[in-house]
């Protein structure tokens, strides 16, 4: 068997049971999946926090999301969709006003984003949002959702590959980290849980407000930039296509389906598995599983640490007790979250899992559920596809070598859109049944939709599916912040 052919661009579904392709389609003609008609609209309450200018700034984008907001005439309408305002979108008020607003102070913020030691720095910064964030949660309010406007400042400064010159105070060095940690006693004041977390501003953030148990999401101050752009200035999409990304996510983190996928089977799930590796690199590292179902709903578990990473064979391998634990820690949460059963499981991994693995997965699973695992990776140095003329391979073409493998292109050139958005040739995702039985076509559907379930954008779909899109950011988020002491299980707290 060798043969090559392009499946068909799965379909949403929206309001009323209707369905379409493009999101934005869905949502501008029916409104969302879970709507309950634009004249029972629903009220999403939220707080903001960031600098004064920061505030302003989003103050002034929420306002222009309330109205359409036309494409350029100077640019492809197909590619850059008109945007018909929040309430008709998506059924709801996204008021103007929040229902708290934190100010931080832009003094300090100066100062915190100034230091050279990376962990100080950054555990400053986060100390600012979060104490804003303290304040706001005394109150009487219920808020679906925080937003936390920082300035692009804290962009550059605060993430692991951050250097810069001529800050406050010394840069610690590893050594002295480690002997800080065991005798803080001959040191000067500082906290030493700042050298628990991740020197990443955005994902020490999102791990530590998990205590407060409401969704974050955090904008640059120069995403909300409404007014022509000057030279030497960020670049941005069209103001119609961020306010699209921005309202499906804000949408999504406040409790809200966009929309489901209409091809989804009932009783399956599918179940991201990724690794990685603790500071310890090469000796240790930690698992993690997110499992997905139809409607995009995503449930987090993390996994034990342990010599899961092989030096010699470049790859990840789990114990089979390890196994075991992982994907029956992901199951008893998803049964405490909805309850319902399970016919099928898919296991998606960039690293191959071996026979002791799957073991160990089946031992998880319930009595009857049938258990697929499925290598799911980007061709990065193998094949490519070139189609004659200036176009590239359509999305949706997929290469079926055998029973086994084949090859999916989830990027590509979009009928709907009547071209290519992107900017290389279109890598191809090698798609490997490792281990139970499946039709191989039939998995690439599967795939296929869910790289249209990514709620962080509201695009046509992705070149990967949310179970391993999203893999590395949720184990950034856990892995490199171990000692937080709440861990939610909603896919909506990591992105």
């Not at 009595?367 to 061709?379: C, N, S, W, Y």
């Not at 690439?444 to 046509?460: H, R, T, V």
Request: net charge positive; hydrophobic share 35%.
């Amino acid at each position: 068997m060798n043969r090559l052919k392009v499946l068909e661009e799965p379909a949403l579904e929206f309001w009323n049971g209707q369905r379409l392709q493009h999101p934005r389609d869905g949502l501008t003609l029916f409104g969302p999946y879970d709507s309950k008609g634009i004249e029972r609209s629903r009220q999403i309450s939220y707080a903001i926090f960031g600098a004064r200018d920061g505030v302003r700034l989003f103050r002034s984008f929420s306002n222009a999301m309330r109205s359409a907001i036309f494409t350029d005439a100077n640019l492809d309408e197909r590619l850059w969709t008109h945007y018909p305002g929040f309430e008709e979108a998506f059924h709801s008020d996204f008021p103007i006003e929040p229902a708290w607003e934190g100010l931080v102070d832009e003094v300090k913020l100066k100062s915190a984003v100034s230091q050279n030691d990376e962990h100080a720095r950054v555990f400053s910064v986060v100390n600012l949002f979060l104490d804003a964030i303290r304040v706001a949660k005394k109150r009487d309010e219920s808020f679906h959702v925080f937003i936390c406007v920082v300035p692009d400042i804290v962009y550059t400064n605060c993430h692991p590959r951050s250097r810069i010159e001529g800050g406050i105070g010394q840069r610690i060095s590893w050594r002295e980290k480690k002997h800080r940690a065991v005798m803080a006693d001959f040191f000067d004041p500082y906290d030493p849980a700042q050298y628990t977390y991740s020197v990443d501003f955005r994902r020490q953030l999102k791990a530590r407000v998990m205590e407060f148990g409401v969704p974050i999401q955090i904008i640059r101050e120069s995403t909300l930039r409404l007014t022509t752009p000057q030279v030497g200035d960020r670049g941005l999409t069209p103001l119609s296509d961020r306010a699209w990304n921005l309202s499906t996510a804000l949408y999504y983190k406040a409790g809200g389906k966009p929309w489901r996928l209409s091809t989804a089977r009932d009783g399956v799930c599918y179940v991201g598995i990724s690794f990685k590796d603790t500071e310890d690199r090469g000796r240790n590292a930690c698992s993690a599983a997110q499992m997905f179902l139809d409607d995009g709903d995503g449930v987090v578990f993390m996994g034990d640490e342990g010599p899961w990473y092989s030096q010699r064979k470049g790859d990840y391998h789990l114990s089979r007790e390890a196994a075991t634990k992982l994907l029956h820690g992901v199951l008893k949460t998803y049964a405490e979250l909805h309850g319902k059963p399970l016919n099928e499981v898919f296991l998606h991994c960039r690293s191959s899992i071996n026979a002791d693995e799957f073991a160990g997965y089946s031992e998880a699973c319930p009595a009857g559920t049938k258990l697929v695992a499925i290598r799911v990776a980007p061709e990065r140095q193998g094949m490519r596809v070139f189609r004659k003329g200036t176009r590239p391979v359509l999305r949706g073409s997929f290469w079926q070598i055998n029973d086994k493998r084949g090859f999916l292109w989830g990027s590509g050139f979009k009928p709907r859109l009547r071209t290519y958005d992107g900017s290389e040739v279109p890598l191809p995702l090698c798609i490997e049944i490792q281990h139970g039985v499946a039709d191989l076509e039939q998995v690439a559907k599967d795939i296929l939709g869910l790289s249209k379930l990514n709620y962080n954008a509201c695009k046509l779909g992705e070149h990967q599916p949310v179970t391993v899109h999203f893999s590395g950011a949720v184990g950034e988020i856990l892995v490199s912040n171990k000692n937080i002491r709440t861990i939610l299980p909603n896919f909506k707290y990591y992105i």
